[in-house]
């Protein structure tokens, strides 16, 4: 049996056993497969999950099969709880096919993400069958969840149904809510654009000037996600005034 991590806080007792990978382990029974799996240092390719938000189980890519014999499933375990006795493979054949296929069609939809390019490198994904949307977004949900949960703000929701599912903000309009953080660019697995100064040629705003912490006493201890950036309170004729 794989022994727990001697600097793990949780208590053996607490724990329920589960066979993984065809060895029993035990795990909390508060967390995810995904989080039991990486526990164990089994690395499990994820792309809408983030340890600092709450999963949400939409890229699928981070599959595994649960079950014995011929009563199988192919579950997110991102999304799936730690059960006792549950008996979890991490690289069968059938979930590898699944997850290239799941690639193959994030990769049709935004076929110029860098991060999506270099995990089809990793799964030696030669050629993608279906044709190239050129979308903009996956709809993995992390920019609303990093905006809602951690920035506070909720400035920006899905909308939409199906094929029309979009990420926006509230009516379509500009959202008062939002100060321009970054933080849902700086999270975003299709989005490759940073703030790299204010004479780069992909510089989202030039507020990198800015050397005073305009936003720390209206926004208190939410983080700016475009460090050294810190213009969210101020206008552009602030900016190039600063930059005379």
């Not at 935004?110 to 977004?137: G, H, I, T």
């Amino acid at each position: 049996m794989i022994s727990m991590s001697e600097n793990t806080t949780r208590s053996r007792g607490e724990m329920v056993p589960f066979m993984l990978n065809g060895a029993e382990v035990l795990a909390d029974p508060t967390w995810n497969l995904l989080e039991a799996i990486k526990f164990y240092g089994i690395d499990i390719p994820t792309l809408c999950y983030d340890e600092g938000l709450s999963p949400y189980g939409a890229c699928r890519l981070c599959t595994v099969e649960v079950g014995s014999g011929d009563k199988t499933k192919l579950v997110a375990s991102c999304v799936h709880p730690v059960k006792e006795g549950l008996e979890v493979h991490t690289h069968t054949k059938r979930v590898i096919k699944a997850r290239k296929m799941i690639l193959e069609l994030l990769i049709a939809r935004c076929p110029s993400s860098k991060k999506l390019q270099d995990m089809a490198a990793l799964f030696e994904l030669n050629e993608v069958r279906f044709k190239p949307l050129n979308y903009d977004c996956i709809l993995c949900g992390l920019c609303v969840r990093m905006c809602e949960e951690q920035m506070g703000a909720k400035a920006i929701g899905f909308t939409g149904r199906g094929t029309k599912r979009y990420i926006t903000t509230p009516f379509d309009m500009t959202s008062e809510e939002c100060r321009k953080c970054g933080a849902c660019m700086y999270i975003c697995p299709v989005c490759e654009l940073r703030c790299q100064g204010p004479q780069a040629d992909t510089t989202l705003c030039s507020g990198c000037i800015n050397t005073e912490p305009v936003c720390v006493e209206e926004y208190d201890e939410a983080m700016c996600y475009m460090v050294p950036c810190l213009s969210c309170m101020k206008g552009p004729e602030d900016v190039n005034k600063n930059n005379k």
